[in-house]
């Protein structure tokens, strides 16, 4: 009989992205493969795509460090998520469960914990999320994708592996880019992403950025659901809500980047060797996870850091030619990186903790 494993993860792309790298390689092996989201989340977009993999939706309530009035409702939903993660499992037996994290794996794991399911977790930033917190005491192993992680998990369960690159970005066509862009070689392009929830701020400045910035660079803006500005029509301008099938392409066109500083995406341009302008999600916004994530990169020399608060139409293509100007500096830095062996560390944790 074959073996199963159930994905979980959501919230936003990041916390898909790892399993999209991973699902792959258990289909190719004979596993099946499920995978437990929410009803309405980008994970059911993305995992939609791939025909082999069952997807079962349940409730779930975010995790907020604010007041909001949902924070009354959402402990019920989140209840109501274990009990249907409970019998999903109590049915589909599967042999591991392995989560990205994200509001929507907090059911999952106490789901599974009630079945004696084994968990194998995955932690993309510096710091642990709360809800990989949360979850800590139910898992079997912690993977860490920056080494300092170990230093914030009070648990022996944690293994630094590396990052996890998805294959298919390894493969990208500058060509396909150029062509799809209608975009032209002899002058360089600025890839702009500002999450798979956008960001109206980057957004913002970038346009009122937009005649200088375009003077120097072809743009292609990734601006987030319903961040589209159909107003704006500017020769060398691209918009895009999100970009999937083609983005592997559109990164390996680029010459530089601008990101939000989320664990994933940055390893990524970290893999493609892309000098990256990053402008991490303010504390105000965020529990200060990307400001470390930040942060660490920099001190590594693998990108300039521009804080949210100090952004504006100067600051921004300030950063930008500078960046530009001192590219070869943070290549170089790049090439040192030593990243490989995490895709295949991982898989072995799985396989080893399933039962």
């Known amino acids: 009989m074959n073996k199963k494993i159930i994905f979980t993860g959501g919230g936003s792309a990041g916390h898909v992205t790892v399993n999209l790298a991973l699902i792959p390689h258990f289909i190719q092996e004979g596993w099946e493969v499920e995978y437990i989201g929410s009803k309405n989340g980008i994970e059911q977009e993305l995992i939609s795509k791939l025909p082999e993999v069952r997807y079962h939706s349940i409730k779930t309530g975010k995790l907020r460090r604010y007041f909001d009035w949902n924070n ?47 968990v194998i977790t995955h932690e993309s930033d510096l710091t642990p999320g709360l809800a990989n917190r949360i979850s800590m005491p139910f898992v079997k192993k912690v993977c860490t994708t920056f080494p300092e992680t170990e230093k914030h998990l009070s648990t022996k369960k944690a293994e630094y592996v590396g990052a996890i690159i998805r294959d298919e970005l390894r493969h990208g066509n500058a060509t396909k880019g150029y062509t799809y862009c209608n975009f032209i070689r002899e002058k360089p392009v600025l890839l702009i992403m500002g999450g798979s929830m956008g960001s109206q701020k980057i957004n913002k400045s970038v346009r009122e950025s937009l005649d200088e910035l375009l003077s120097d660079f072809q743009i292609v803006h990734i601006c987030g659901k319903g961040g589209v500005d159909s107003a704006i029509k500017k020769k060398g301008y691209k918009q895009f809500e999100y970009i999937n099938e083609e983005l592997p392409d559109m990164m390996h ?87 490989k062996g995490a895709f295949s560390k991982v898989i072995q944790l799985i396989k080893d903790g399933a039962k």
């Open 72 to 118: 009354v409702k959402d402990p019920f939903r989140v209840v109501q998520g274990i009990f249907q993660a409970y019998r999903i499992m109590q049915k589909s037996k599967p042999n591991v469960v392995f989560s990205k994290g994200g509001f929507v794996s907090v059911p999952v794991i106490l789901g599974a914990k009630f079945n004696n399911i084994p």
């Open 253 to 339: 066109m680029a010459d530089i980047v601008i990101s939000r500083a989320g664990s994933n995406a940055i390893f990524e341009f970290l893999s493609l060797k892309k000098p990256m302008l990053l402008i991490p999600l303010s504390k105000e916004a965020s529990r200060g996870d990307q400001i470390l994530n930040a942060e660490s990169f920099k001190k590594a020399g693998y990108c300039e850091v521009l804080q949210e608060e100090e952004l504006s139409e100067k600051s921004l293509t300030k950063a930008i030619n500078h960046l530009y100007k001192n590219r070869e500096n943070y290549t170089s830095k790049m090439e040192t990186y030593q990243g």
